[in-house]
Every structure is written in C-alpha cells, then in structure tokens.
C-alpha cells in the first residue's frame, strides 16, 4: 500500500469527523470498494490480524497501530535478509608475501590491517587498502628456512601486542605500540606440542583479564590466564646487579604451570584425536570451543572449573570433521564449516543434533564467520564459492561465484571486518579484498534475489527474468506490469542462464547443479536434461534446430540431440569435435545455417562447424600464449562424466602452476578472459572485408573479428578502469550497449564502425561514436538484451542488484520492473529519437581513449610567448597543463554519474506550524485538529419526567418486602436430637458435661484463697457451659433451616 491507498482508507472510517466502527464483512466490502490490492479472502485475513481481541469491530485507531506493528517488523527481517552488494573485486599487489598467507586482521593500535604468510612475512595497509609498511620476524631457535609461522592473534590496546606462533613449539609476544621497531617482548618456549591456531580475548569491563589460547599437532586446547595483562604479561625478574636487563623475556611453559608467575594461570584439555584447526574462548559460555577434521571429536567445548587445571569437555559429533567454525554469542549459535558440503548451526548445550543444516555448497566449507549486526552468516567453500545466508530463516541469499582468481587447489583464509564493511579472502600467497556497498533502502526491486538473466519475448512481447533462488518472473514489455511468475524453479541450486527457443514458445534454465530444464510459457517442465553426473555452473545455452548446446566452466561443448527428447530425464550426446580449448568455455554464440563459436577464459575463439561438430578455425591473436613444454592432448567427450573430469583434471597439471606466477601476470591473465560473443548477422556477406563478429571481457577490451579470415580489425577499451564488461548488439547490428561491474552501461554507434581492415594490417584502436553513458544500476550487470520496440531501440538490463531495467538507446531509463508506476513507450519521432548531439558523451571523449601522457623532454620545451610579453596578466593554467591537473580531471571524468541536491518543497519537519501537520513520524499523514467547544448540558428529558417514559414515578412506587414466617410456625414434624444431628456432635456434647462435673465437685484446700479460686472456677465453668450451650443451639438451627 501507498500514502494515497492510506488516506482512501481512512476517508472510509471516517463521516462527518467521526471515526466509523466496522464489522467484518463491512470492511471487506469497504476496502473492495475503494479498489485496495487484494481479494476478498485476503481482506478478511487482515481484518482477523488487526481484531486481536475479538470483539467483532476494527476502527481507524486498531487499523494503524496494525499498520505500524506490520512495518516494523518487516524492516527487521528487511534487515536480515537484504542482500549485500559488494564492489569489484581487488587483488592487493605486493611481492612481500612467497608462500601461503596464514591470516588477516585489523589492528586498532596504529589503524592498520596486518597480514602475514608463513615464511614469516608481514604487511600493513591502510584503511584505504595501500602497502604501509612491510618486514620480516624470525626466532633464534632455528634456521629461518626451517621456521613456519602458523598462525598468529592481535591483542587489542591497552596491550597493544601481536603473539607469533612458530613451528619451532614456541609463542613470540611483539610490541606494536612503536612504529619504527618491532621488538619480541616475551617468548613462550618449550612448548608440549607445535601450535597450530591461536586466539586472544580481553576483558571489556576488566582489561587486566585476558586469556591467550592455542590448539596444537597432538589435538591438546591449552590456555593462559593472564590476571595483569595491562601492566605485564609476565613478571620480570630484577635485573643483575651492574647489568642490564633483557628486553626480551623468556619464559617456560613448565614455569607457568608451576605456579612461578602468579598472575598468569594454566589450563590445558586433550579432547581431539587429531590437529587443532581452530581455537576461540566464549566468554559468555565461559568455556573453549576448538575443531577437527574427525568424526568422533569434531567440535569439542572445553568449560571452565574452579582451582582446576584441566577442562571438562563436551564433543560434537559430525560427519567427516570440520575445518572452521564461529560462535554468535546474541543467538547462541555456533556455525561449523563442514567437509561433507554443509554449514550447520549448534546449540552448544544440545550435541545430539543440529539446530539447522545450511545446504547448498557443491565441496568442503573451508570458512565460516558471522556478520553480527545483521544476523548473517559468511561461508566460504574451497570450489571457491562464497554464499551468504540468512540466519533467522536458514536460507541462501546470495552467491558469488567465478570472480576470485582461477588457480588450482589453495589454501583459504576469511576475514570480514565488520565495522568497515570489508571482505578479506586469500588464496595462497594472493590477498583479494570486497568492499560492501552502502543500501539504499528506497530502491524498487524486480527480484528478492539477485537477478541472473533476462530476456525480451517477442512471441508475447513479454520480458522474462530469472533469480538465483529460482524465481522465473514474466513482464509486459510496454507498461513493466508483472503477468505472472514461477518459484522454486531449481530447488536444490541456484539458476545461472535463460535461453529461449527460435519460435518464443520454450524456455531454458540452466543451474549451477549441472542441469537444463525445459519450460513452456504456462510453467510446465518438459524435460530435464542433465549436463553432467557432478555438479557444475551451466553458462550458456543455444537451442538450435535439431540439437541444444551447453557450454559453462568445461572445456567441453555438451550437445543434446533431439533423438534424445522421448523421457523426461535427458543426457547428453557425443560431441564429435572433442576437446579443443586448453581452458574452461565461458560463453558461446551461433550463427544460421552451421557456424558455432565458442570462447574460453583464456581468450581464445573457436570456430565449429555444426554439421560434422568439427573445427573449422580459431582466432587467437589476443589469447594466452601456450607456455614452453605443454601439450594438449585431443579427446573425444563423452556423455560419462568420468572422462570429462580425467581429461580436465590432466589439462590443469599440465597448466603451469598459478602460485609461481607474478601478480602482473595474473593482471594479464584476466584480460584475456572473454565474457560475450555476438555475430553480426547484418555483415554476413562480407567475408574478408571487415568484422563480423564481436567479443568482450576482460579489463574492458571489446574486439571486432573477421571469422572468415580469423583476423583482428579493430579493438578499443568501452570501460577503461572495467575488471571485467558484458555487451549485447541490436538486431540491426546499428547499436553496441557495454556494461560493466559497477553497474554503468554505454551506448555505441557501430552501424559504420570496422566494415573495411586498415591497409597497414593493424587494428583499429580508434573508439566508436559513443552516443551515452548513464548508471542504472548499483551492482554488476549480469545480462543486456536489446529489442526494437515502437520503432525505437530498447535496452533491458538484469543487474545483481535484484533489479531489471528498461532504457533507450540514449540512456534514458523508463523504469524498473516491479514499480507500482506503469510507464508508457512513446512513439519513435524522427529528428529526435535519431539525433544523438545532445547526450553527455561529450564528456567523456577522452575518458574512452587510451591514457597515454606525452611527456615532452627538457630540451624540447619552450616558454609560453604570452609569459614574455604580458607577464602581469599571465596565469599558468595547471589543470590543462600540468600532469598532475590532467591525471586529476581524467579521474574526476571516470566517477559515475550523480545527480545535484534539490530542495524538496513541503517538508514536514520545516513546515509544520504552517501546514498544522505533525512534524515527522508515523503519525503525519493523519488529521489532527482542536476538539470542539461543548455547551452546558441540559438533564435530559426521561429523568425529569420519568413517567412519560416508564408508566409511573418512581415516589409512587412503595416498597414492599415480604416477612419470614417464625420456625415453630414453619416446622410441621416432631424430631429428636439424636436423629437431627450427627454422633460426633452428640459425643462431643456429652464430653463437656462430663467435664463439668468434676471442676464443680472439687473442694477447695486451705487458706483464704480458696473461696476466690472455687468462685473463678465456677464462673470459668458457667461460660463455658454456656458457650457450649449456644453453639449446640446454632448447630441445630443451622441444620434445621
């Protein structure tokens, strides 16, 4: 509901400034009539929410505090389970790091993110991601080739210290209070085993209380309690008299345990059988939580005891082990990463079994970590998939996959700093980095998921969008209205393409599960056809005549021939071609009446012929040169998967190796990658003459080919600063829209662009005539689709920010589908649809181009003439001048497209004593006015006269009350005591008597006190005989009445 469906709803309880009662088929009525979305049944729901009490009847006042209790709450689960949008990738550059980097933090000492690999190794970066500072730590006990550095724990300020831990069995404590040196303060030395994970908790309320926990080789949790930590870990011993102390302290660890350092207190528990992977003290458990890859001890809880040095231990059962976990301490909840493919949520007193099971990953869950504010959970696989879930509703929101570097098996770590909104993952010895962007809660959203593809219907004239979760959604193209949509398309996977057949009666959807499904517009599923045994992202699909290609993340091309279509469940066929790329196939394109073209990650193009399924030329001018030594061998693909993964699992050893490469290489190796292919169907006659075919990817390259002579036209860069760009080319092939990972498009003119090659040989760099640029979206761009609509040429784009767009060919965005405004596609008008002078490519003319400064040599440069002859009024203009002016208006070109702050007329909160309105709140929409004057009340007229109204006055009428008979009158039959009332009675009764008689018997003893004691005791005896007497009395006029 809108503001204006609110005051319907409120003109409807209201008549002559009174607020109306309604009962329940009023109100449904009610709200029918004033046209409010919704069915009958549906209103009838609401009014049973809102009528908690039951009472029959909803006013204004129960509607809106229904109203704002709803609202409330969805913007708690709004919260939990909006989805994070993450800017581009980033690979930090340095070559500090040679081996595996055991871990990422931030330091709050010196404001600096500290990292270090396990030659020992260290970095510091700023909070804006620039190499700070970077050194090397070793240790006297061994040689440093020998010395590994395991893992290593910050301890916060006041301390302000970093501890080491080495594989020579030792735990180095360094000062980080100074930024010139970096000295080791304490050694922790003979260790019982190697250390392996380490973690440190201070005391909040108490910075003196922290505790120093390490797992080690033997599967041991051991612990220092610190009692001083602020003044000294350890207590120093005084100095030798005319010495001079060590600055570093070296203490033992059967010292600690000895009890020779009384502030400093040791526990220990042996409760895996196998090495510790991760340790974390819970301080609101007050116990250790420790992992291992095992069955019978893979998460272990070790709780606290009094004046005890050991821990009594609780132990978690779970398939295969665990490699992480992470502890929620507001839910209480602890998340396991786990190597059977699941994350799984425990309650850390229940180990019988999970609270919930968080399904999804195709391999083993390396790394897990919450994100607390706003109830999220991080999961990291080692297939290098990051997915985050919603914890409250155990579900996957988002999936990134295919954006971290494409290197063979390595090695993992997780960081995500929470108060920056900061993602560290590393991969070996490379660190990558994801910042989260920044929500704009006002921003109408086509999907709850992020959007995977869409495409233009023109059977139906209908766009069709596909998310991740599944959902299949149908729109009219020409008003953005919703027709209809499908859930749960792919239950147990994420849908990643959407094709559609030559006639526009079949869909295709293809998931990250390996299979394709067949749909008609109706949402029946035909076939499922399954590309592989094992799981693998579906990338690109291409129904054809007789056959359906299947490409996506293989170096293979699957083919399903239509013999096959008779049963539900499909395989695939023999590609005759076999195997040609050396790298995995990311997209495809066909060409009628037989041309298939196929692109792989390394940049090369082949060229098939569909009727013998055989090469028949590949264009690898700007693809990854094959290294010395390497050989791929031709293999046939076979519908069974197990060739498929030998044949693959043998091209990637016979790769080099990812790690021994530098990281510019790895710069190079990501522009090679091609994302999109296109034929232009209009320049099929050219043969050798000029392009005919368009390709786009990496680093922002677009490419026109000739396929007939496999040579490059031309090429220029559509997004210069782009990791990676998608395109689409309209039917006429008159237009080019790139986009790119921050959500910014283009328009080109290439309707003249490359139809003849240069006669020097060379491509051509020149750029096209860019007609605009605009940013419709937040998030990267997954899919273009171009279609002719009114005569004019429209752009859909589907974007991982949830939403689908529709824009023309000059940047001018008619909407977002979903939106509860319908828009309207204006007729094409010759002389302005066509007339492109007037968008803001000119802005950017120079930012299209290659950055090539031209830097004049000293001998060539002269002064300006006007500085001679006028040197008063001469100014050196040192934004066109000067290579920094220039560097810094090239940047400022390169920002994205923001609008200018306007006044907004009317705000509530500036006008409100002129409006009378409330100033801000809930309540602003509702009138609000001065209660009207009320007149001397005049007793009304039935209690001056009541006999006009009830018969008879009131005075007139006498009271009367009828009198009781008397009991003797009453009685008519005779009785006796014993009949009327009970033994007990009688027996007591007769107690009394009997106690009577001897008290009036008994003869006084001497002296004068005598006659006054038999006249007490007479007395005594008479009021209680008479009280007996009245309570026999009572009881037989009690039982008689």
């Given at each position: 509901m809108n503001i204006a469906d609110f005051r319907k709803i409120m003109e409807m309880f209201s008549e002559d400034d009174e607020f109306l009662d309604f009962t329940r088929e009023q109100f449904v009525e009610a709200m029918v009539t004033i046209g409010a979305t919704g069915s009958r049944g549906e209103f009838g729901q609401m009014f049973d929410r809102i009528d908690v009490t039951k009472q029959g009847v909803v006013n204004w006042d129960k509607f809106a505090s229904h109203m704002l209790l709803e609202f409330y709450e969805k913007d708690d689960k709004v919260k939990s389970t909006l989805v994070p949008h993450w800017t581009e990738l980033k690979v930090l550059s340095t070559s500090v790091h040679k081996d595996i980097v055991q871990g990422v933090t931030y330091l709050k000492t010196n404001n600096r993110y500290f990292a270090i690999s396990k030659e020992g190794s260290i970095t510091l970066w700023t909070p804006e991601l620039k190499l700070s500072r970077s050194l090397k730590t070793a240790t006297e006990s061994c040689r440093t080739k020998d010395l590994w550095v395991t893992d290593f724990v910050a301890l916060p300020p006041p301390i302000n210290k970093v501890a080491l831990a080495f594989t020579s069995k030792e735990i180095a404590v360094y000062d980080m209070s100074s930024k010139i040196d970096f000295n080791t303060q304490y050694k922790i030395i003979e260790l019982h085993d190697t250390p392996l994970c380490m973690d440190f908790w201070l005391n909040s309320s108490n910075s003196n209380d922290a505790i120093l926990a390490w797992g080690d080789v033997r599967g041991s949790v051991s612990a220092i309690n610190f009692s001083s930590a602020t003044i000294a870990l350890f207590e120093r011993p005084a100095a030798p008299a005319g010495g001079k102390q060590d600055p570093c302290l070296t203490v033992k660890l059967a010292d600690i345990q000895s009890g020779m350092y009384k502030n400093a207190k040791f526990v220990k528990h042996s409760g895996h059988s196998e090495w510790v992977r991760q340790v974390k003290y819970c301080h609101s458990l007050e116990c250790f939580l420790s992992c291992a890859t095992t069955n019978t001890d893979s998460l272990v809880i070790g709780w606290l005891e009094q004046n005890s040095s050991t821990m009594r231990t609780s132990k978690f059962q779970i398939s295969q082990g665990i490699n992480a976990f992470d502890f929620h301490p507001s839910l209480n909840l602890i998340a396991t990463a786990g190597v059977n493919h699941q994350v799984s949520l425990w309650n850390p007193y229940v180990v019988s079994k999970a609270n919930g099971l968080l399904r999804g990953h195709m391999a083993a869950v390396v790394q897990v970590q919450y994100i607390i504010n706003r109830n999220q959970l991080l999961s990291f696989s080692k297939d290098k998939v990051l997915r985050i879930w919603d914890v409250g509703l155990q579900v996957c929101i988002q999936r990134l996959a295919g954006m971290f570097p494409k290197t063979g098996d390595v090695q993992s770590i997780m960081y995500f700093d929470e108060l920056r909104n900061k993602l560290f993952i590393t991969f070996n010895y490379q660190i990558t980095v994801m910042a989260m962007k920044a929500e704009n809660k006002d921003r109408v959203f086509t999907h709850d998921k992020p959007v995977t593809a869409a495409i233009y219907n023109s059977t139906y004239n209908q766009v069709v969008s596909v998310d991740q979760g599944g959902t299949m959604a149908f729109w009219v193209l020409d008003t953005g209205q919703r027709v209809k949509s499908n859930s749960d398309i792919h239950p147990d996977a994420e849908v990643t393409a959407l094709a559609q057949d030559a006639s526009g009666t079949m869909l295709y959807t293809g998931a990250t599960d390996g299979t394709i499904k067949v749909w008609d517009f109706n949402g029946h599923c035909y076939h499922m056809l399954h590309a592989s045994d094992t799981p693998g992202d579906i990338g690109h699909i291409i129904p054809m005549k007789r056959i359906l290609i299947a490409v996506g993340w293989t170096r293979f091309v699957t083919v399903f021939r239509d013999g096959s279509f008779k049963d539900f469940h499909v395989h695939p066929s023999d590609w005759k071609g076999g195997q040609e790329h050396r790298d995995d196939i990311t997209t495809a394109s066909f060409s009628a009446p037989h041309t298939l073209a196929t692109a792989g990650y390394d940049g090369e193009i082949i060229l098939w012929h569909t009727g013998s399924e055989q090469v028949s030329r590949k264009l690898v001018e700007r693809a990854k040169p094959l290294k010395r030594g390497t050989s791929l061998t031709r293999q046939n693909t076979r519908g069974s998967v197990a060739s498929r993964h030998a044949s693959t699992s043998a091209m990637r050893k016979a790769l080099p190796s990812q790690g021994s490469q530098t990281n510019a290489e790895d710069g190079m190796e990501a522009s090679y990658t091609i994302t999109t292919i296109e034929f232009l169907e209009e320049r099929k006659d050219m043969k050798e003459i000029g392009a005919d075919l368009i390709s786009c990817g990496g680093n922002g390259w677009v490419r026109f080919w000739n396929s007939h002579s496999c040579k490059l036209i031309g090429e220029f860069t559509a997004h210069p600063h782009a990791g990676s760009i998608i395109m689409a080319v309209d039917p006429t092939n008159k237009f080019l829209v790139t986009a790119d990972v921050d959500g910014q498009m283009r328009s080109w003119i290439i309707e003249d662009y490359n139809m003849i090659a240069q006669d020097n040989g060379k491509p051509n760099t020149v750029p096209p005539s860019m007609i605009c640029h605009w940013t419709p979206h937040g998030d990267s761009v997954t899919t273009l689709a171009m279609c002719q609509r009114m005569e004019k040429t429209l752009i859909i784009s589907a974007s991982s920010d949830a939403c689908v767009v529709l824009s023309d060919i000059k940047g001018k965005v008619l909407g977002t589908f979903g939106q509860e405004q319908h828009w309207r596609i204006e007729p094409f008008i010759a002389g302005i649809d066509d007339d492109f002078t007037n968008t803001n490519a000119s802005d950017e003319e120079d930012f299209v181009r290659e950055e090539t400064v031209i830097i004049k040599k000293d001998d060539d440069w002269k002064p300006d003439d006007r500085a001679t002859t006028d040197p008063v009024n001469y100014k050196v203009d040192s934004w066109s001048t000067s290579l920094l002016g220039q560097r810094y208006q090239e940047e400022r070109k390169q920002k994205r497209e923001r609008k200018q702050p306007s006044n907004i007329p009317n705000l509530p909160y500036l006008h409100?004593?002129?409006?009378?309105?409330?100033?801000?709140g809930p309540y602003n929409a509702l009138v609000t006015r001065d209660l009207d004057n009320v007149d001397q009340l005049k007793k009304p007229d039935f209690m001056s006269n009541p006999h006009k109204f009830f018969g008879e006055k009131i005075d007139?009428?006498?009271?009367?009350?009828?009198?009781?008979?008397?009991?003797?009158?009453?009685?008519?039959?005779?009785?006796?005591?014993?009949?009327?009332?009970?033994?007990?009675?009688?027996?007591?009764?007769?107690?009394?008597?009997?106690?009577?008689?001897?008290?009036?018997?008994?003869?006084?003893?001497?002296?004068?006190?005598?006659?006054?004691?038999?006249?007490?005791?007479?007395?005594?005896?008479?009021?209680?005989?008479?009280?007996?007497?009245?309570?026999?009395?009572?009881?037989r006029t009690t039982l008689v009445e």
């Open positions: 409100w004593e002129r409006t009378g309105a409330p100033p801000a007139d009428v006498v009271s009367t009350s009828n009198k009781l008979p008397a009991l003797s009158e009453a009685l008519k039959h005779a009785f006796d005591e014993k009949s009327l009332f009970p033994k007990f009675i009688l027996d007591y009764e007769n107690e009394l008597k009997k106690g009577q008689q001897p008290a009036a018997n008994n003869p006084s003893k001497r002296g004068s006190l005598a006659p006054t004691r038999q006249t007490s005791g007479r007395r005594t005896i008479s009021k209680q005989a008479q009280k007996t007497t009245k309570t026999s009395s009572s009881v």
